[in-house]
């Protein structure tokens, strides 16, 4: 187990500027997951840990010592890819022994390794098995089963789960915290999936274009978001955002109209706040923080497009004004929402003020 420390990493191809200056603590034992959209540089920065990529500048330590050049066998580390990449003529013993017996380590560790790693991931009843005859599951199982044997001071993931179906994925997403609390070593997880992140990470780091917008833990990141973009990638269905200019500033609170429905006006928090009178800002809503008519702060009346009825809670989908799309979640309401109009409340207390340029005003 070992700690991994970057700091001001970069990475170019040629004169692409892809991780752009990254510093990122992981302590020993902590589950951390890059999340973002595709393109945004999570792989380049996990394979620059491996030592897959090389690093432009900057210093990248494992367990203490620098590793920028030294060779992906010599980090401590094991990795598990998207494609689960077995041998296709060896059995599932053989593959999860096979880089143990490239380097050359004695038959009866490779055997206890094997049989420790199988035990814990229920492989038992497959060691004997070729990949083609186990499901994509199962071969994925196999897969970490490799990177277990091998002991590894950190875990590093890559879309591990990302070619399995809907189901298989949220029972391998369980398998693989299980896994977290029974090896307790550090592990570093990339995914585009903001659910995967929430559910896995101890903290998320959230990435895009290269750079890290907010470090955190899954509900601070949710409860506490730094700018309009972390605001709407955690969460699903995700953050409502309302136009809104601001019309007073008083000691501790700035107070807004929504630009599409001007009447409608809400007092915010802001203990500094970083706007004037007159700005262009945003109100950001999370579904669920619609309140009823009457009980928030202000209400608002939307044109209902269509409702969605999911047994535990309904998704309305409306709008403010044509272009200003927003989904409502209603939790207690099964069939009262095929109306035209439907009058929510907004609550002060759980509504989020950002600037014209996507930013926290707090
Ligand atoms: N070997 C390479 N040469 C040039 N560009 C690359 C190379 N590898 C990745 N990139 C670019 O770097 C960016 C980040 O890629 P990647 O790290 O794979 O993103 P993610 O894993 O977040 O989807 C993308 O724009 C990709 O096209
Ligand atoms: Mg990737």
Redo the contacts with the bound molecule.
Sequence with gaps: MADVRLTEIR?S??A?D??KGVDLSIETGEFVV?V????????????MIAGL?DITSGELTIGGSVMNDVDPSKRGIAMVFQSYALYPHMTVRENMGFALRFAGMAKEEIERRVTDAANILELGPLMDRKPKALSGGQRQRVAIGRAIVRNPDVFLF??PLSNLDAELRVHMRVEIAKLHKTLKSTIIY?T?DQVEAMTLADKIVV?RA?VVEQVGAPLDLYDDPNNTFVAGFIGSPRMNFLKAQVASIAPGFVTVSLANQPDVQLRLPAAAPSVKVGDEVSIGVRPEHFRAAGQGDADLVVAVDVAEHLGNTSYVYAHVSAGERIIIERAESRSAINREKLTVGLSAASSFLFDSAGTRVR
Aim: glycine share 20%.
């Design positions: 990475k191809f040629g692409l892809i991780i890059f973002g959209p595709s393109g945004c540089g999570k792989s380049t920065l996990l394979r990529e890559d879309e990339v585009h990435l290269g």
